[in-house]
Each structure stands twice: as structure tokens, then as C-alpha cells.
């Protein structure tokens, strides 16, 4: 599969959103054993990128669910462990009740990275992303916060996620110049109020991950094709899927783009993986921006 850059990692150009497993719309699961196929699906399909997150879990009480799945998929597998990265997040709170908040602290994300360390099995996280704001204290001392773990040798890359512009401007000064690995944001036909950020990470070299970048797990990837026409007709012209299209006309907005499509079956993730090697026309991505309101 072809790579991308991804700070200090080279990568699949397609990642793995490992959270259908154990978190979505439908709250219908695969067992322990299809998840970790699915898993191991999408790395025999040559992706070498998977992201994962504390809080995907079917409940407020298994939180870690996601990452020991991602961790055992890898334990288990029989290609090069070490040429995958495994991303995850931190930073939101689950407690009994289903209650969800929001903990930037020091306390709180220290905690969370050494839990995480665990349940991935790992003595360092690849690749730390700041999951959501804590609207209650200043990002820049989230991002201290951040830097403290790194420091510390709990991480090695950082990155955030769900982030404006003037979020992103911010790490970069707390972290220093090309420090900032990533910015994570949902972005997709359906969902491209991101553009904004999509194109300062391209013009400062930050990976940018598209996460549900065929539209979410409630409904909206299976009907990308059905809801915008033009990836459905260009996909059909090639013999491929609509959700390859867009992911490859994703793939086409900058060499820092890498989007994470998730799956919860071994057929999914194989299918968008070949989204890397599709080559579109110059006309056909240009129909796919008009379909979604896209100046490129």
C-alpha cells in the first residue's frame, strides 16, 4: 500500500478506525474473536495505521474495550509488529450512569495514558491524540500537559483531535515547531466543515486524519453513494465501491491526508484499503468537490 507521513511514522495512506468494534449507532457488536479479525483483516490488507481511544466501549464500565481488542489482534498476529503504529485518545471522562465529560488535567491524562499503556500492551504510546476540549481550562495547559507525558517517555508523538484552526495554532506553539504530529477531526462528503483545518495541517505538514470519513456508523457510509451521485457513477465506471471513491478523492486534497475509515467486518476494511492504489482523473475529482460543496 502506498505511505504517508505521520510525524516520526510512516504509514499506510489508509488507516483503520478500530471503534465500530466495541462503539456505534447500531450498538450491535462482533464477538471478541470476529473484532480481532477485523483487526487483523485490515493489517493483512496492508494498513499499518489502527486508532483506537480509551472510551470506545459499550459501556461506561469497559472502558479499554477497543484498545485490548487492537492489543490482542496484535499479540496474535503474524506479520511485523513493529511496523504498526497504533494511535489512541484521551481526555473524556465515562462514569457510572453513562455520564461523559471532559479532563484536561495533568492528573487526569496521566492516568489515562498509563491505563492505556496497559491495555495496549505497550511501554510507550506510538501516537497520544487529545480526544476533545476541556472547555474549563486554557489548551495551552492541556498541551503542557500533554508535553509533560511526553517527557516522561509515555509518548511518543502527539497529537489532537477535534480542533479549530486557532486550537491547532496553539499546540503547535506550546509543542514547538513540527512537534505537532496530528490533527483528528471528522471530515466526509456528509461532514466537510473541516475543510478549513484539512487545509492548514497541508500547508504546515500535519497529518490530517479524517475520522468517519465515509459518513459515520449510523447509516451514513453505506449510503455515501446513494446521497452523493457522483462517487456512486465514478465508482461504477471503475468496478469499485462509492466508499473507494471517496476515499480516495479524500486521499487527493494533500499528501498530509489519511483517513481512518472504521469497520466492524473483515469485508469493509479490505474494500476501503484498496482506496489507495485508485487513481481518479483530474474531471472525476473535480466532480467529486462540486458534489460536496468543495472549492479545491
Given at each position: 500500500?502506498?505511505?504517508?507521513?505521520?510525524?516520526?511514522?510512516?504509514?499506510?495512506?489508509?488507516?483503520?478506525?478500530?471503534?465500530?468494534?466495541?462503539?456505534?449507532n447500531?450498538?450491535?457488536?462482533?464477538?471478541?474473536?470476529?473484532?480481532?479479525?477485523?483487526?487483523?483483516?485490515?493489517?493483512?490488507?496492508?494498513v499499518?495505521?489502527?486508532?483506537?481511544?480509551?472510551?470506545?466501549?459499550?459501556?461506561?464500565?469497559?472502558?479499554?474495550?477497543?484498545?485490548?481488542?487492537?492489543?490482542?489482534?496484535l499479540?496474535?498476529?503474524?506479520?511485523?509488529?513493529?511496523?504498526?503504529?497504533?494511535?489512541?485518545?484521551?481526555?473524556?471522562?465515562?462514569?457510572?450512569?453513562?455520564?461523559?465529560?471532559?479532563?484536561?488535567?495533568?492528573?487526569?491524562?496521566?492516568?489515562?495514558?498509563?491505563k492505556?499503556?496497559?491495555?495496549?500492551?505497550?511501554?510507550v504510546?506510538?501516537?497520544?491524540?487529545?480526544?476533545?476540549?476541556?472547555?474549563?481550562?486554557?489548551?495551552?495547559?492541556?498541551?503542557?500537559?500533554?508535553?509533560?507525558?511526553?517527557?516522561?517517555?509515555?509518548?511518543r508523538?502527539?497529537?489532537?483531535?477535534?480542533?479549530?484552526?486557532?486550537?491547532?495554532?496553539?499546540?503547535?506553539?506550546?509543542?514547538?515547531?513540527?512537534?505537532?504530529?496530528?490533527?483528528?477531526?471528522?471530515?466526509?462528503?456528509?461532514?466537510?466543515?473541516?475543510f478549513?483545518?484539512?487545509?492548514?495541517?497541508?500547508?504546515?505538514?500535519?497529518?490530517?486524519?479524517?475520522?468517519?470519513?465515509?459518513?459515520?456508523?449510523?447509516?451514513?457510509?453505506?449510503?455515501?453513494?446513494?446521497?452523493?451521485?457522483?462517487?456512486?457513477?465514478?465508482?461504477?465506471?471503475?468496478g469499485?465501491?462509492?466508499?473507494?471513491?471517496?476515499?480516495?478523492?479524500?486521499?487527493?486534497?494533500?499528501?498530509?491526508?489519511?483517513?481512518?475509515?472504521?469497520?466492524?467486518?473483515?469485508?469493509?476494511?479490505?474494500?476501503?484499503?484498496?482506496?489507495?492504489?485508485?487513481?481518479?482523473?483530474?474531471?472525476?475529482?473535480?466532480?467529486?468537490?462540486?458534489?460536496?460543496?468543495?472549492?479545491?
Amino acid at each position: 500500500m502506498k505511505q504517508r507521513t505521520l510525524g516520526p511514522f510512516t504509514v499506510s495512506a489508509i488507516g483503520l478506525g478500530a471503534m465500530p468494534v466495541s462503539m456505534n449507532n447500531d450498538k450491535t457488536y462482533p464477538s471478541h474473536e470476529d473484532a480481532v479479525a477485523t483487526v487483523r483483516a485490515a493489517l493483512d490488507a496492508g494498513v499499518t495505521l489502527v486508532d483506537t481511544a480509551d472510551i470506545y466501549a459499550p459501556s461506561w464500565d469497559t472502558m479499554g474495550h477497543n484498545e485490548k481488542i487492537v492489543a490482542d489482534a496484535l499479540a496474535g498476529w503474524g506479520g511485523d509488529r513493529s511496523s504498526i503504529t497504533v494511535a489512541t485518545k484521551g481526555g473524556i471522562t465515562r462514569s457510572e450512569g453513562e455520564q461523559w465529560g471532559r479532563d484536561g488535567s495533568i492528573a487526569y491524562l496521566r492516568s489515562a495514558v498509563e491505563k492505556s499503556l496497559r491495555n495496549l500492551q505497550v511501554d510507550v504510546i506510538d501516537l497520544y491524540q487529545y480526544h476533545r476540549p476541556d472547555r474549563w481550562m486554557v489548551y495551552g495547559e492541556v498541551m503542557e500537559n500533554l508535553k509533560t507525558l511526553q517527557q516522561e517517555g509515555k509518548i511518543r508523538a502527539v497529537g489532537i483531535s477535534n480542533a479549530s484552526v486557532e486550537e491547532i495554532e496553539i499546540a503547535e506553539q506550546v509543542l514547538g515547531e513540527g512537534n505537532l504530529t496530528s490533527v483528528q477531526n471528522e471530515f466526509s462528503p456528509r461532514h466537510p466543515g473541516s475543510f478549513d483545518e484539512l487545509q492548514y495541517c497541508a500547508k504546515r505538514g500535519i497529518a490530517f486524519l479524517p475520522w468517519s470519513p465515509l459518513g459515520g456508523t449510523g447509516g451514513g457510509a453505506r449510503a455515501v453513494g446513494s446521497r452523493f451521485a457522483a462517487f456512486a457513477e465514478i465508482g461504477e465506471a471503475h468496478g469499485v465501491s462509492p466508499q473507494q471513491v471517496v476515499l480516495a478523492w479524500e486521499l487527493s486534497l494533500s499528501d498530509t491526508v489519511i483517513p481512518i475509515p472504521g469497520a466492524s467486518r473483515a469485508a469493509s476494511i479490505t474494500d476501503s484499503a484498496k482506496a489507495a492504489d485508485l487513481e481518479l482523473s483530474a474531471d472525476e475529482l473535480a466532480r467529486c468537490s462540486a458534489a460536496v460543496g468543495i472549492e479545491v
